[in-house]
């Protein structure tokens, strides 16, 4: 059997692109002066990082003031929620609503709020993988100093409507913050049309570096530190910059926002493709909704099978995928995304996450068409859960 290798995993990271790599490099080598230093040397690294801001701030659409950068999108997020958090206390408001999907930089933050005597919602997700405008309307209160959503779903891939959560808490005069790490550089996102007043992406999941983080604050909304040190990040971030990474983060985001609808195009005719046949396998389900849906998202239920077996034999025949997100994998929990969506726990097991980029081809995927069926009749004739639903001692909870 001829092996093929597959990278089908880019919403856990993605390969660099030429261009980010080709960016980074005179930073690393002969431009490797502090930014905050008086020489020219410096100065040419604080120009970078200045080139950086504004090639970021273009394509977000906000000014190159309004951009910080951190260590990544967890960074991003904690530093994000933290400091509505620290405002809204100040205000004497506590109370904090988000979504029971989130990425557990966001949720984990929240935990740790709740603990300290903030009082925390987490809306409920429809079965298709969406919240309403309305959902966080009706939970707004007089003393909610913030809303936070995530742009797109990192398992499920589902889109929420960003503008009309943010136009609810633009009216309501509440703070809100979107977790976009999925969506920047995927989808078009624009920080005036979706009304966001903070929001968080990372380099490595759009083909820049990992340990680069952004974090979009509107001027004029509060910003308190989770790092102290020097007067980096107008004094919002201490540390002396990634200026190598940075500069190829924001040569990434350029490229990757440039070249949406040409790629997006593409991966989505993969994914279509990818969607129909696996579908094809009985007893399976699509996760989240298939529209409003991250180009490159694929995430399927199978019934009667691990998901943990399942990604050890398709590595085994060259294919990288993911099931659950790739922080909970090592722990035998179900995904809280798909708990959330209300798959229950023996289905929950076996999903199965494959994530497309614009590296993919249609090879690729016919590959992956072929060989995941194959695997999962495998697992099936050895799982004895199976062979209770196929004689009719349980009953299928995917029909
Ligand atoms: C990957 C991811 C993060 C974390 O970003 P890092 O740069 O890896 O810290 C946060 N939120 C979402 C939705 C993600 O997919």
């Given at each position: 059997m001829k092996i093929m290798k597959v990278y089908a995993d880019n919403a856990a990271t993605t390969k660099m692109s030429k261009a980010a790599v080709d960016a980074m490099l005179p930073y690393l080598y002969e431009?490797?002066?502090?930014?905050?230093?008086?020489?020219s040397l410096g100065q040419k690294s604080a120009e970078a990082l200045q080139g950086a801001r504004e090639r970021i701030a273009v394509n977000l659409n906000c000014?190159?003031?309004?951009i910080y950068f951190t260590s990544g999108g967890s960074e991003a997020d904690n530093q994000a929620v933290r400091s509505a958090a620290l405002a809204g206390e100040k205000k004497g408001k506590n109370h904090i609503i988000s979504t029971a999907f989130e990425h557990h930089a966001v949720l984990h933050t929240l935990k740790k709020l709740e603990e300290e005597g903030f009082e925390i919602t987490l809306l409920d997700v429809h079965e298709n993988g969406i919240i309403t405008s309305e959902q966080v309307k009706s939970a707004?209160?007089?003393?909610?100093c913030l809303v936070t959503v995530m742009y797109?779903?990192?398992?499920?891939?589902t889109i929420q409507p960003i503008a009309e959560i943010g136009e609810v808490c633009r009216e309501q005069k509440v703070t809100f913050h979107t977790d976009a790490v999925q969506a920047a550089g995927h989808i078009g996102v624009d920080v005036k049309r979706d009304n966001v007043d903070m929001l968080s992406m990372s380099a490595h999941k759009f083909h820049g570096p990992k340990g680069v983080g952004v974090l979009y604050v509107r001027k004029g909304v509060a910003l308190s530190n989770l790092i102290e040190g020097g007067a980096q990040e107008r004094g919002k971030r201490g540390g002396t910059e990634n200026v190598a990474g940075i500069v190829a983060a924001s040569v990434a985001f350029d490229e990757s926002c440039k070249n949406i609808e040409q790629n997006t195009a593409r991966i989505l005719k993969m994914r279509e493709r990818l969607i129909d046949g696996l579908l094809s396998v009985s007893h399976s389900i699509l996760n989240g909704d298939r529209t409003s849906r991250l180009p490159g998202n694929v995430n399927i239920c199978f019934e009667g099978i691990e998901g943990e077996s399942l990604l050890l034999l398709l590595d085994a025949k060259g294919i990288s995928g993911s099931s659950g997100s790739a922080c909970t994998s090592?722990?035998?929990?179900?995904?809280h995304v798909l708990l959330a969506i209300g798959r229950p726990h023996e289905i929950a097991h076996g999903s199965l996450r494959l994530t497309l980029s614009e590296y993919n081809t249609d090879e690729e995927v016919d590959y992956i068409i072929k060989e995941v069926p194959k695997v999962v009749e495998y697992l099936r004739s050895m799982s004895p859960i199976w062979s209770d639903l196929q004689e009719g001692k349980k009953s299928y909870v995917i029909q």
């Open positions: 431009l490797y002066g502090n930014p905050s230093s008086l020489y000014l190159p003031s309004e707004i209160r007089p003393e909610t797109a779903n990192n398992e499920i891939g090592g722990s035998l929990d179900p995904s």
